[in-house]
């Protein structure tokens, strides 16, 4: 599914970033520039990596191994 329709960006790439270590939207931009068209997805974004900073690094949002 993807997050950010434009710039093509799936929510598996965020959530392989995230695993990777990433845990804020400067970094997200950097790598994606996620929410530089239309914005919309700058939201969802931010809450994908919410649930992301309550987990120890190298761990899924759902709590699975990454
Ligand atoms: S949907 Fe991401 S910038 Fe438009």
Do not use: W
């Not at 997050?3 to 959530?15: G, M, Q, T």
């Not at 969802?44 to 992301?52: Q, V």
């Amino acid at each position: 599914m993807y997050v950010c329709i434009c710039k093509a960006v799936r929510e598996s790439d965020l959530h392989a970033a995230c695993a990777a270590g990433v845990r804020d939207m400067a970094a997200l931009r950097s790598r994606f520039d996620i929410a530089g068209g239309c914005g919309k997805c700058g939201r969802e974004a931010r809450a994908l990596l919410d649930s992301y900073r309550q987990q120890p690094l190298g761990t899924a949002a759902n709590g699975a191994s990454a």
